[in-house]
Antibody, heavy 116, light 107 residues
Framework: EVQLVEAGGGLVQPGGSLRLSCAAS????????MNWVRQAPGKGLEWISY????????YYADSVKGRFTISRDNAKNSLYLQMSSLRDDDTAVYYC?????????WGQGALVTVSS | EIVLTQSPDFQSVTPKEKVTITCRAS??????LHWYQQKPDQSPKLLIK???QSFLGVPSRFSGSGSGTDFTLTINSLEVEDAATYYC?????????FGQGTKLEIK
């Protein structure tokens, strides 16, 4: 059974940093590209970042470019999102998702709240 | 950026009714269109990939069609458990984008 489990969410002040992780199991992690997608409270889905299997190809949404860094450790079956210079409008549930053209499986999400 | 526009935004439906949700893309995306279901306080789940391919374990009452710019998600014989928000998503262009969502309420 595919499982994706996010961790690392919490309350952070504007301008602060936070690192999310996503632990993968039930599939060969190194063979799949991965994405981060977020959802602000009561709002729709927003794609924010993509990383290819080897980590050599990476994309970001304009809204997070220069502030967020996606990475992965295939030996640990883990995906990461380093977030810095956080703003109020980064408050959202952050989902990791396995990609095969579509977003086939999603984690349960990690809530990040940016507030003073 | 490719814009996806869903209609309707909201629909109140009765069990066993047939429901149709449409998704229009601002440019040709071929068949690179996917549908997700999100129930309250849950993460999204893939229903249909590449416009018409049912994902594993998805009930047969869910089907998808379309290509190019116009796509449809159909739910035949709606069940109470289908109350959710449905999103379309395109993977044709960067950035990937989602429709605004269609909320289905069961009467």
């Amino acid at each position: 059974e595919v499982q994706l489990v996010e961790a690392g969410g919490g309350l952070v002040q504007p301008g602060g940093s936070l690192r999310l992780s996503c632990a993968a199991s039930g599939f060969t992690f190194s063979l799949y590209s991965m994405n981060w997608v977020r959802q602000a409270p009561g709002k729709g889905l927003e794609w924010i970042s993509y990383i290819h299997t080897s980590g050599t190809t990476i994309y970001y949404a304009d809204s997070v470019k220069g502030r967020f860094t996606i990475s992965r450790d295939n030996a640990k079956n883990s995906l990461y999102l380093q977030m810095s210079s956080l703003r109020d409008d980064d408050t959202a549930v952050y989902y990791c998702a396995m990609y095969s053209g579509s977003l086939d499986f999603w984690g349960q999400g990690a809530l990040v709240t940016v507030s003073s | 950026e490719i814009v996806l526009t869903q209609s309707p935004d909201f629909q109140s439906v009765t069990p066993k009714e047939k429901v149709t949700i449409t998704c229009r893309a601002s440019q040709n995306i071929g068949n690179n269109l996917h549908w997700y279901q999100q129930k309250p306080d849950q993460s999204p789940k893939l229903l249909i990939k590449f416009a018409s391919q049912s994902f594993l374990g998805v009930p047969s009452r869910f089907s998808g069609s379309g290509s190019g710019t116009d796509f449809t998600l159909t739910i035949n014989s709606l069940e109470v458990e289908d109350a959710a928000t449905y999103y379309c998503h395109q993977s044709s262009g960067l950035p990937p984008t989602f429709g605004q969502g269609t909320k289905l309420e069961i009467k």
